[in-house]
């Protein structure tokens, strides 16, 4: 058996499958030697073909022998002590005389079941202690190192320093993969290679899954021929060399060196978060070989300068958050203040380009657009908003190359290269978007540029080939922007952020004054006219006035055309009140189909005037529905004044009332006036034909009796027939008061001497059992009214209140002076008045019964006992005199009617007066 | 005890004053039209004539005023029952007199119609 055949070796094929298992090489450099045992049973099962030159031991001499034989009892021990701690630990020191008498560095690893011992020689020349002092200061240097490039620069300075080598280039990965030189120290008869980026096909992914793991790796002499591992007969294990530092890279990697002009090199890798960032890599133009103490350096370099890299960067990373959270903050500020949000941001340019480090953005708020700096024209940002929001799908979406991906959008490229979307959720298309301009950058390749390159993808049916032509390359890229960063995605959110809660803060708001505000016309509601009430009230010299309006038959609406007509009907009633009561008056809505104007700065007169106004704009026909129909309304007014003298409240209240109830009963009555009209025609002849009708009767009758022609149940008879006669001629009576004309006379009179006039006429219509009591004040202004109407008013009431009693009871009149600022629905105003007063403490009415007591006919007595005409009498003989009248009632309390008669300025005469 | 005439179109009112009167003692001559009590007092002096108002064909007011251009010694009392074509009450009515020294609103009672009688009738004999 030759030396050649018995031992096995591994070739190596010039043209190597790119998946190849690089670390699996079976072979090491030469300027080192390698022995591996198995670790069961302590045999050397692989030795380095060039043991000899290097341990002065032969490698067929030590295969197959146990670890002693090699190297001796105390390193084999010592190499099995550290192996049983740890695994394997990486420089290990361990010194053994060589055959030249230099001292020998052991350092093991494992591979699977086998220990691998690197042996190489230690460079007495290089101890750490020499380079201990230049290693201090470098780390001291290290700590001025403001950014990740100075931090570089001192790094490749340092290290080339200790190393020695012609050149050393820090080398930063970018997130293409691509690599680009930031600092180099060389020797200056080198070209510079600064700025130059290589292509990321240049380190293959494997190579740098290698420099994560060993961070330290060296090649001493790129035309060096690997040497062979030998092995033992019985065991043909592909060793994994990846933990050596012996380790020969593949032929591919040493033709580029060799054709780069590099014979040796020393790369440490620089990693931040389980990533490789950079490297440092030494490169020299003759073989040189770096030691065990060298690597040890290096690679602590490389330890500190990752460290720092890491801190460095989030140093500078948290100095542009802090710039950039107080533009936001200045931003969330403005958005706060007072004003619409599109106002806020239309004073806020600068803080909103800042916060991105934009140069042009637009906003849509609400279909509304602004452009801010150097946007596209209005319709390429409409393109660009619709295009990402599409690509967005909701989400933040950042572009630096808008131009390239939709070459529709080429034009704009100058300004807007980068676009980033903030999408506004929830807001239809709301968003806004922020530009970046173009960065035009050269970029200088080595070599050529990577579109020369293999990219991952096609690897896997071509071979790499080693890089054969070094010159530069240029390359010219256009259609990018410097590219948007976490930080800037992270801002524009906050951003989103702060306008949520701007938005949902103002809604609260609003919220919050709708409270105010009646639901369906918009208009304040009661709390909100008390509020401005009492407020108004207390500015002194300001006149206030209550305008009243009442609506009437709303109900009737509703029920025949539906709420919704009746809800448009009050919505209409409160634009045309809002416009014809103007800017300076409050208008609100109390309530169903009431509503209140409160004027300011307004007399009674003008007032009046207005109210005036507001009834014909309420007069005019409402289309509703396609059909027009007019409303009944009733409005009435009281003064609001700071002086004891009117009382607001009690003016206010009446006023009120005045507007409520003359609606109802004038609505009323008007009806049964025209029906009466209608028949009024013919009333007077009804009217005659009965009393015609009754004048037998009545006489035949009486005459009967008298003359006895009849007697016993016959007499009672005819006392029944002659009641009956006089009561249909009470009832045609009633009737025909009720629809007469006007009166046309009016006389002045002392309210006083009135009511006692009146006295015997009332005091003789209504049992003895009821009690009057009559008060009067000493002295009253004169009235002018109509004799006859007062007595058929006192005449009316006073029945009603002994019907009430039951003719046991309690009647009360009342005369006395009444001043309060007052215009009633005709806006006839007055401010002095007398007001009659008529109370009992009857059984009183509720509230529906009150709602009817002016309705012509409505009676709540039984049968035969009242004709339902008193009241609408009395409230049409009231009207005529220019009163107001007031029905107060509860029931088992009794009712309370108060008629308010205007003053007469004039003298009291007994003279005829003809007025009206 | 006094002659009087009654001019009235509804025959039984007419009778019924009629009755009423002639009861208390009084000559009642009737009339069912201001023509018939026309020509019945251009005949012969009453001492009191008592005529409805609104009657069709002339009305009572024409026979006031010519009944008393002839008689001038005769009372007339007028007695209505509402004016027919009016709308309303009949307040205005005390206002006008129609000419008559009385006037009587239908339907009144007997004791009303005989007291006025007496009273209009006084002033005849005083003068």
């Known amino acids: ?916 | 005890m006094a002659s009087i005439l009654v001019i009235e179109d509804v025959p039984a009112v007419l009778l019924s004053i009629k009755i009423v009167l002639e009861g208390h003692g009084h000559k009642v001559t009737s009339a069912q039209t201001g023509e018939q009590g026309l020509t019945l007092l251009r005949a012969t002096p009453f001492d009191l004539v008592i005529t409805d108002i609104w009657m069709p064909g002339s009305n009572g007011v024409d026979v006031i005023r010519e009944g008393r251009a002839r008689s001038p010694r005769t009372r007339f009392m007028a007695i209505t029952g509402g004016d027919p074509n009016s709308r309303g009450s009949r307040d205005g009515l005390h206002q006008q007199d129609f000419g008559a020294d009385h006037i009587l609103l239908k339907p009144f009672e007997k004791d009303e119609l005989l007291k006025t009688v007496s009273r209009v009738l006084e002033r005849v004999a005083s003068i």
């Not at chain 1, 094929?13 to 190849?20: G, I, L, Q, S």
């Not at chain 1, 909103?352 to 024209?377: D, E, M, Q, Y």
């Not at chain 1, 009430?533 to 006035?545: F, P, Q, V, Y």
Request: charged share 20%; aromatic share 4%.
């Open chain 1, 1 to 916: 058996m030759t030396v050649s055949q018995e031992f096995h070796t591994q070739g190596i094929a010039h043209d190597v499958d790119p998946h190849e298992l690089i670390q699996v090489s079976g072979a090491i450099q030469p300027h080192g030697a390698l022995l591996a045992v198995l670790v069961d049973s302590g045999l050397v099962t692989h030795a380095s073909a060039n043991l000899f030159a290097i341990l002065g031991r032969r490698a067929e001499a030590v295969l197959g022998k146990p670890l002693e034989s090699a190297i001796g009892e105390v390193a084999s021990r010592a190499l099995q002590d550290a192996e049983s701690s740890n695994g394997f630990e990486l420089y290990r020191l361990h010194a053994l005389p060589g055959p030249g008498g230099d001292a020998l560095h052991l350092r093991s690893f494992r591979s699977d079941r086998h220990l691998c011992i690197d042996i190489e020689p230690v460079d007495a020349k290089f101890t750490q202690g020499q380079h201990a002092s230049v290693r201090q200061s470098i780390m001291e240097t290290f700590e001025h190192a403001a950014d990740s490039i100075k931090l570089c620069e001192i790094a490749v300075r340092g290290l080339k320093t200790i190393a020695g080598y012609d050149r050393v280039m820090a080398y930063r990965f970018g997130e293409d993969g691509h690599g680009k030189v930031i600092a180099e120290a060389r020797e200056p008869h080198l070209d510079s290679v600064m700025g130059l980026r290589y292509p990321a096909a240049d380190i293959s992914p494997q190579a740098r899954q290698q420099y994560l793991r060993q961070r330290v790796t060296g090649i001493a002499d790129s035309s060096h021929w690997p040497v062979l591992l030998l092995e033992a007969s019985d065991d043909h294990t592909l060793l994994d060399l990846t933990d050596s530092s012996l380790r020969s890279v593949s032929p591919v990697d040493l033709e580029c060196m060799h054709n780069m002009h590099i014979a040796a090199s020393l790369t440490i890798g620089l990693t931040h978060r389980q990533n490789l960032w950079g490297m440092l890599i030494c490169h020299h133009e003759s073989p040189r070989v770096a030691g065990p103490e060298l690597r040890a350096v290096a690679g602590t370099i490389g330890q500190v300068v990752s460290l720092l890299l890491g801190s460095l960067e989030e140093a500078e990373l948290l100095a542009a958050r802090i710039e950039r959270m107080t533009i936001l903050r200045a931003l969330t500020e403005r958005l706060a203040a007072d004003g619409s949000l599109m106002d806020a941001f239309a004073a806020a340019e600068p803080e909103l380009l800042g916060l991105v480090g934009a140069t042009g953005a637009v906003l849509r708020l609400s279909g509304k657009v602004l452009r801010f700096g150097r946007a596209p024209s209005p319709s390429e940002a409409e393109r660009a908003l619709a295009v990402l929001h599409s690509e967005a799908g909701g989400d933040l979406l950042a572009v630096d190359d808008l131009s390239l991906r939709y070459p529709d959008l080429a034009s704009c490229a100058g300004e807007a290269s980068g676009a980033l979307l903030l999408p506004f959720v929830g807001g239809a298309d709301d968003a806004i978007l922020w530009f970046r301009p173009e960065l035009a950058q050269t970029i200088a390749w080595i070599g050529n540029t990577p579109e020369h390159a293999i990219s991952d993808s096609v690897v896997a049916t071509e071979s790499i080939s080693p890089r054969s032509s070094f010159g530069t390359c240029k390359e010219i890229v256009t259609g990018h922007s410097a590219p948007w960063v976490e930080a800037d995605l992270a801002l524009a959110r906050d951003l989103w952020s702060a306008i949520k809660a701007e938005v949902a803060k103002r809604a609260k708001a609003e919220l919050l004054e709708l409270r105010r505000y009646d639901p369906l016309t918009r208009l304040p509601n009661r709390a909100l006219l008390q509020e401005r009430l009492a407020e108004a009230r207390k500015e002194a010299g300001t006149a206030l006035t209550l305008l009243f309006l009442s609506l009437d038959e709303t109900k009737k609406i509703n029920e025949t055309m539906g709420y919704a007509a009746g809800d448009e009907l009050l919505i209409e009633v409160a634009r045309r009140l809002v416009a014809t009561a103007g800017p300076g008056n409050l208008a609100a809505r109390l309530g169903g189909a009431e509503f209140v104007v409160l004027c300011r700065g307004l007399q009674l007169g003008e007032a009046a005037e207005l109210g005036e106004d507001i009834r014909r704009a309420v007069a005019a026909p409402f289309e509703i529905g396609g059909r027009l129909f007019h409303v009944a309304s009733g409005v009435g007014i009281a003064a609001v004044d700071q002086s004891d003298m009117l009382d607001p409240e009690g003016a206010a209240d009446f006023a009120m009332h005045e507007a409520i109830t003359m609606v109802g009963a004038k609505h009323r009555a008007e009806s049964q006036r025209q029906k009466m009209e209608t028949l009024g025609r013919t009333m007077g002849g009804v009217a005659h034909e009965i009393n015609n009708m009754l004048q037998p009767i009545a006489l035949l009758a009486q005459d009967v009796i008298d003359k006895e022609l009849v007697v016993g149940e016959g007499r009672q008879h005819l006392d029944v027939v002659l009641d009956c006669s006089k009561k249909a001629r009470q009832i045609i009576g009633d009737m025909l008061a009720f629809s007469r004309p006007p009166v046309s006379t009016m006389e002045t009179h002392d309210p006083v001497a009135l009511l006692h006039d009146s006295l015997p006429i009332v005091r003789q219509a209504v049992p003895p059992s009821l009690v009057l009591s009559i008060q009067t004040e000493g002295h009253l202004p004169p009235v002018k009214m109509n004799r006859t109407a007062f007595v058929q008013i006192l005449l009316n009431l006073a029945i009603n209140a002994a019907a009430a009693t039951g003719g046991q009871g309690e009647l009360t009149i009342t005369l006395e002076e009444d001043v309060r600022g007052f215009a009633d629905a005709e806006m006839r105003q007055q401010t002095s008045f007398v007001r009659l007063r008529v109370a009992d403490n009857g059984c009183g009415m509720d509230k529906a019964t009150l709602d009817r007591a002016f309705e012509p006919f409505f009676t709540t007595k039984p049968v035969g006992q009242g004709t339902g005409l008193g009241l609408p009498v009395v409230y049409g003989l009231v009207r005529e005199m220019g009163a107001t009248i007031v029905l107060a009632s509860e029931p088992d309390h009794g009712t309370t009617v108060t008629i308010l008669i205007p003053a007469n300025s004039g003298e009291a005469q007994n003279g005829v007066d003809t007025g009206h």
